[in-house]
Structures are given as structure tokens and as C-alpha cells.
């Protein structure tokens, strides 16, 4: 009773699996967690539960305790989405300990899950306000260097990706015509315009005043049609990046010049493909603008 009442207090709910029986015991406010929720479940019930709670993102979790029988991990940590009574989804951090026979065979999974939403969100605004560029929304150029040389790491040659940079033309006359307020408003409009263009699943940045740079993951689409969606991407953003503003008497024409390079192609290293993406870009500029180059 004295265990009950403090787990119920802390709203912490405490575990124990056992791996033989297939049995698993809960302790808590589990009604925090399901209305429906039980304190025993037994064989199959223990992955279905497991399953029905667990955001679909975080399923891997499973796998995690699965495992736990094969290797000779004596614990285990780790955050994972829940389903609550209100039907949301909230952060518990999972702590773990694997209790182990002389030979070092899996009996028990004694430990505790709590609810860290709180600090979870705090920590994603943290990292969220030191990756994301405030007038563009995009990443910085911290951010977007770190995430693709991290990828790049583990690429090997059957990767095909592509680093565009994009590199806006006649910005300065927007600031020194228009101004400020509608030079920040066409930095604003042309990341909503390259958000559109590339998916969630790809690098977007702000890596200069008016530079940008994307990173294209392509997959599985071979050399031939993985130009031709580069491409597109590519036409995709000159034309949409095409606008006129305007303050009522003046008009400037914003458009981009685009320098494209392909790994493995053109570099394997995050450096070398700015570079050499740098290098096409300037071809675009001397070529008359609003029109990209794509490095062979």
C-alpha cells in the first residue's frame, strides 16, 4: 500500500516483465494511461497493449525489449510517445533494469516509465532556437551544415543526393529601393517557396544573407530519372522565386540564380559539394540569372 501511494504520488508507473512466463505487472495510476488499463497482463496481451499504446514512431521500442533476451545489455533507456486516457499522445522516458541468471539469461525487466512532456518540449524548443534561422524559419547555416555532413558520413555511392544553393538576384536593390521590411519579407517569401518545392524529408537553410541551400534526397530512382527530378526541382524554384515587389512607386524583379551539385558525383564531403555548387552558381549569375547550372 505504502509503494502504491507514492508511485500514484509521482505519477511514475513501475514494470516488471517476465521474459520466461510472459507475464507483465504494473504498479501505478495506470488509468492515467488507459481507463481500461489492467495491473497483469499475460502472453500475447503484453505485445498487444504494448502496441495499442506506443505512437506509431516509436514501435521500435519493441524490437528494443525483444532484444534485450539475445544480447547482455543490463539496462535500458529511452523516450517514447504514449497514449494517454485523453487519447494524446505525451513523452515517457522508460528506465529499465535486466535481471540476469548466472549464465547470463534474461528473467526479469524491472524499471519505471514517466511522463517528461514537459521537459521533452522545453528541450525541443531549446534546440529549436538554436538550429532555426528567426526571419526565414528555415535552419541556419550551423544547422543545415551539421545535419547533411552527418548524413554524408553514412552515405555510401548507392546514395544520390543533390546540394543546391540558391542565390537571390537584385536583393540589394530591394533594400536600398524598398527597403528593409520588404527586403525581410521576400527573404520570408522565398523559404515558404522552397519549403513548397522540397519536402519535409530534405534539407532547407539560410546560409547567407540572401543565400539558401537545400539538400535532395533521392532514393532508389536511379542516375537518369534522379537528374530529372533534380531538375525539375530546380525549375520548380526559379519560377516560383520569380516575383516583382513593389512599395506603390518602385518595382524590383526577384528572381535566383541556382548552382546544383550531386553526390557522389561532384563530392562526397559536405565542403565539396559547397563548393563546387558554388562554382556552377556563379555560372548561372554570368549567364544572364534566373536559371540554374547543375555541375558535371
Request: charged share 25%; with cysteine; net charge negative.
Amino acid at each position: 500500500d505504502r509503494f502504491r501511494m507514492v508511485t500514484t504520488q509521482t505519477q511514475a508507473i513501475v514494470f516488471d516483465y517476465d521474459f520466461q512466463n510472459q507475464n507483465l505487472v504494473l504498479n501505478g495510476n495506470v488509468k492515467l494511461i488507459n481507463q481500461h488499463a489492467k495491473e497483469r497482463y499475460s502472453g500475447q496481451e503484453v505485445e498487444e497493449i504494448i502496441l495499442s499504446l506506443l505512437h506509431e514512431s516509436d514501435r521500435t521500442a519493441l524490437d528494443d525489449f525483444k532484444a534485450l533476451r539475445q544480447n547482455e545489455q543490463l539496462s535500458i533507456q529511452r523516450e517514447m510517445r504514449i497514449q494517454c486516457a485523453d487519447g494524446n499522445y505525451y513523452w515517457h522516458r522508460l528506465m529499465g533494469a535486466v535481471v540476469r541468471d548466472t549464465d547470463g539469461k534474461a528473467l526479469r525487466l524491472v524499471g519505471n516509465f514517466v511522463n517528461v512532456e514537459d521537459e521533452v518540449i522545453k528541450q525541443q524548443q531549446l534546440k529549436q532556437k538554436a538550429e532555426i534561422d528567426p526571419l526565414s524559419g528555415l535552419l541556419n547555416k550551423g544547422a543545415f551544415t551539421n545535419y547533411v555532413s552527418a548524413l554524408l558520413e553514412k552515405s555510401t555511392a548507392e546514395n544520390c543526393y543533390a546540394f543546391y544553393i540558391i542565390d537571390l538576384d537584385n536583393f540589394k536593390k530591394v533594400n536600398d529601393t524598398l527597403g528593409h521590411i520588404v527586403g525581410d519579407r521576400v527573404i520570408s517569401d522565398v523559404a515558404q517557396k522552397l519549403c513548397t518545392v522540397f519536402s519535409e524529408n530534405d534539407f532547407v537553410g539560410r546560409i547567407g544573407g540572401d543565400e539558401f541551400a537545400a539538400f535532395l534526397k533521392l532514393s532508389g530512382s536511379g542516375l537518369q530519372m534522379g537528374r530529372k527530378i533534380i531538375e525539375a526541382k530546380a525549375n520548380a524554384a526559379c519560377a516560383m522565386i520569380d516575383e516583382v515587389y513593389s512599395d506603390g512607386k518602385n518595382e524590383v524583379n526577384i528572381t535566383s540564380s541556382i548552382g546544383v551539385a550531386i553526390y557522389p558525383h561532384n563530392g562526397k564531403r559536405f565542403e565539396e559539394l559547397y563548393k563546387n555548387a558554388d562554382s556552377v552558381l556563379y555560372k548561372s549569375k554570368n549567364n544572364g540569372k534566373n536559371q540554374y547550372t547543375i555541375c558535371e
